[in-house]
């Protein structure tokens, strides 16, 4: 009989410098070491530190977090941010990337507004990615909702699955705020998803950015798919803390989410060699960590939640 074989897939967690808002960028290193991630996604925002290369070197440096990822500044407060020009973003952020270790950037589709931009986006990133080994992972946005109607402010489309990109990065808030099949769309993506934004939602119209397993998104069968496949990129923690009470609540929910997406990306089957024994495309060897145990029972969340 076939003994049970815990895989655990090469790709690292990190938690988004995001996450800790209105906390600083330094805040999140701090609590990333802390709690026992793998590393940091630096969201490029108002925050000077997360605009400044060397005080993000140092604070790595300090609290022995890597850096994993820097996240362009693309959203509506960071429009001045790094210049007022999407492609000088998009080049500093690659710098940045290069020069921290970082393996990926990620991007958004631009704004309808932009017309230029948007105009040549997509032969833009990919001559970006071309002169570079960091990943320009584009990431899924939603249509703009107001009542009962919809504000399409992403060109050429807020499903970039629409598109030709080299690597993708998919948002499961983002997924809910669109309404759309989270599981469809990776499989849209295929080998080209290269970076995971984990986060929950309800389908509101607004981005809940919810602790994985506390909206309706298939966060945990996504992870499980992961754990079966050579998936190599970085699943990153995305998540709204902003109604947190104090400092030690927002911790304890940034250790919930950890705590689950590590359980799901453990994924039992049977021995190697076994007809059972993995999916297709299943890490082995060397590519992934393998260890001969009974499936994990881990817990997660505050003392007396259930898991969804």
Known sequence: MAEAVVRIPDAKVALSTASVYPESTATAFEIAGRLGYDGVEVMVWTDPVSQDIEALRRLSDYHHVPILAIHAPCLLITQRVWSTDPWTKLQRAQAAAERLGASTVVVHPPFRWQRQ???????????????TDVRFAVENMYPWRYRDREVLAYAPDWDVTKDDYRHFTVDLSHTATARAD????????????????????NGSAKDEHLVPGRGTQPCAELLEQLAGSSFDGNVV?????????????????LAEALAFTRLHLASTGAAAGSPTGSAAGSPSGASAAETRAPQPRLSYGRPGMRRR
């Open 182 to 201: 989270a599981m469809s769309m990776v499989g849209r993506m295929g080998d080209r998803l290269g970076h995971i934004h984990l986060a929950d939602g």
């Open 117 to 131: 931009y948007a105009r040549d986006f997509v032969t833009g990133v990919w001559r970006m990615a071309d002169e």
């Open 237 to 253: 923690i995305e998540v709204n803390t902003r109604r947190a009470m104090s400092s030690a609540e927002r911790e304890a929910d």
